[in-house]
């Protein structure tokens, strides 16, 4: 299930998402200082960081690690007028309802040798753009779906639940608010998220910032950002594209003492896949032996037995029960054994939900 989740750069043209989806996925496709380089979107496979699995992978002697993936999606730019098919954007916002999660590159950076589509920097106005084409798209939508479920509920008189969910939500694209920001029960939400409007998905703005600006944080337009990505139930992650490219240049080491010269914890990119991964509701539960060690990415809030099945389905339908073990409590007794021993290994049953960082075995019938 999860394997195929995917996330899209969006964003105007030239500002920096090619230059960053090249970085996250060590990939080298061209960027140019001109709308609409980008036309078909490039994908890429990109490894969720995850250091426990390293450590396990040494107490397991495992011969290789395989971390948690997903799959990111480089869509070219959008301009204002995209809903209306200006700048190929019909194309565009097609490849976009595609995507789970929205990455939106919002530039903060300023080079007069790199073209803005409007002439300045200004990143809560290109935010607005975007955000406006993404609800005049789903406006029109929810108005098609509407007219649809009318006709078929007219005979019967009674207005369906489904049709209750559509107005509500066209009423709110009206208003020029995002489908995520609407209030709705669970139910209403499966049934409105069926439709697969691109306001429903989340949202990080990756703010794409100087090199200079990228330790300290302190640029007015970021704060600004991070108080606009408040009311919209969105995340801001700042990186700076040029960095995370030049990095790529350099061996493990050199990246490191460059990361700490410029008093820089962590890479930008490995703070957005990160987020990502969180931002789509995922945890990993870890398996680890002498063949490997190895990161299963679920939904949280799954079940022991469908989690099994994540490793194959002949194990979802024999499950018995699972051994669990926190992944605090393995790196402290080293081994399962040890661990069983201490009395912190627990036989959880099929209802039992899953913790990220649960290192499970599990038991079932051949």
Same mark, same amino acid.
Request: net charge negative; aromatic share 6%.
């Given at each position: 299930?999860?394997?195929?989740?995917?996330?899209?750069?969006?964003?105007?043209?030239?500002?920096?998402?090619?230059?960053?989806?090249?970085?996250?996925?060590?990939?080298?496709?061209?960027?140019?200082?001109?709308?609409?380089?980008?036309?078909?979107?490039?994908?890429?496979?990109?490894?969720?960081?995850?250091?426990?699995?390293?450590?396990?992978?040494?107490?397991?002697?495992?011969?290789?690690?395989?971390?948690?993936?997903?799959?990111?999606?480089?869509?070219?730019?959008?301009?204002?007028?995209?809903?209306?098919?200006?700048?190929?954007?019909?194309?565009?916002?097609?490849?976009?309802?595609?995507?789970?999660?929205?990455?939106?590159?919002?530039?903060?950076?300023?080079?007069?040798?790199?073209?803005?589509?409007?002439?300045?920097?200004?990143?809560?106005?290109?935010?607005?753009?975007?955000?406006?084409?993404?609800?005049?798209?789903?406006?029109?939508?929810?108005?098609?779906?509407?007219?649809?479920?009318?006709?078929?509920?007219?005979?019967?008189?009674?207005?369906?639940?489904?049709?209750?969910?559509?107005?509500?939500?066209?009423?709110?694209?009206?208003?020029?608010?995002? !489908?995520?920001?609407?209030? #709705?029960?669970?139910? %209403? *939400? @499966?049934?409105?998220?069926?439709? +697969?409007?691109?306001?429903? =998905?989340?949202?990080?703005?990756?703010?794409?910032?100087?090199?200079?600006?990228?330790?300290?944080?302190?640029?007015?337009?970021?704060?600004?950002?991070?108080?606009?990505?408040?009311?919209?139930?969105?995340?801001?992650?700042?990186?700076?594209?040029? !960095?995370?490219?030049?990095? #790529?240049?350099?061996? %493990? *080491? @050199?990246?490191?003492?460059?990361? +700490?010269?410029?008093?820089? =914890?962590?890479?930008?990119?490995?703070?957005?896949?990160?987020?990502?991964?969180?931002?789509?509701?995922?945890?990993?539960?870890?398996?680890?032996?002498?063949?490997?060690?190895?990161?299963?990415?679920?939904?949280?809030?799954?079940?022991?037995?469908?989690?099994?099945?994540?490793?194959?389905?002949?194990? %979802?339908?024999?499950?018995?029960?699972?051994?669990?073990?926190?992944?605090?409590?393995?790196?402290?007794?080293?081994?399962?054994?040890?661990?069983?021993?201490?009395?912190?290994?627990?036989?959880?049953?099929?209802?039992?939900?899953?913790?990220?960082?649960?290192?499970?075995?599990?038991?079932?019938?051949?």
């Amino acid at each position: 299930m999860t394997s195929s989740l995917t996330v899209g750069f969006v964003g105007l043209p030239n500002v920096g998402k090619s230059t960053l989806f090249n970085a996250v996925s060590r990939q080298s496709i061209p960027s140019s200082n001109f709308p609409f380089c980008t036309i078909e979107p490039n994908t890429g496979i990109i490894q969720v960081p995850d250091a426990r699995l390293e450590v396990l992978s040494k107490l397991s002697n495992s011969e290789k690690q395989i971390p948690a993936t997903i799959t990111f999606v480089d869509i070219a730019g959008l301009v204002a007028g995209a809903s209306k098919g200006e700048g190929l954007g019909n194309k565009f916002l097609a490849n976009i309802r595609e995507v789970d999660l929205i990455i939106q590159v919002v530039r903060l950076f300023d080079d007069p040798n790199v073209i803005h589509v409007s002439g300045k920097v200004s990143p809560l106005d290109d935010i607005q753009v975007i955000n406006l084409e993404l609800t005049l798209a789903d406006l029109q939508m929810a108005e098609n779906i509407k007219l649809k479920l009318e006709k078929q509920n007219k005979a019967q008189k009674d207005k369906s639940a489904a049709l209750e969910v559509l107005e509500k939500a066209y009423n709110h694209l009206d208003l020029g608010f995002p !489908l995520r920001t609407l209030n #709705l029960t669970p139910e %209403e *939400k @499966e049934l409105l998220f069926s439709y +697969n409007f691109m306001t429903t =998905k989340p949202i990080i703005y990756a703010a794409n910032v100087s090199e200079e600006i990228i330790a300290s944080e302190t640029q007015d337009e970021l704060k600004e950002l991070k108080e606009h990505a408040q009311s919209d139930d969105s995340i801001v992650i700042p990186i700076s594209a040029k !960095l995370e490219e030049e990095l #790529l240049g350099l061996d %493990e *080491k @050199e990246a490191t003492d460059y990361l +700490n010269s410029l008093g820089i =914890k962590e890479t930008g990119m490995n703070l957005l896949i990160k987020a990502a991964y969180s931002k789509l509701n995922l945890i990993s539960f870890l398996t680890s032996g002498e063949m490997e060690t190895r990161a299963w990415p679920i939904p949280k809030g799954i079940s022991a037995k469908k989690a099994a099945g994540k490793i194959h389905s002949d194990i %979802e339908q024999g499950f018995i029960r699972a051994e669990v073990i926190s992944y605090s409590d393995f790196i402290t007794y080293k081994t399962r054994q040890n661990a069983k021993e201490a009395g912190r290994a627990r036989m959880e049953g099929r209802e039992y939900i899953i913790q990220d960082g649960d290192v499970i075995l599990f038991f079932h019938n051949k």
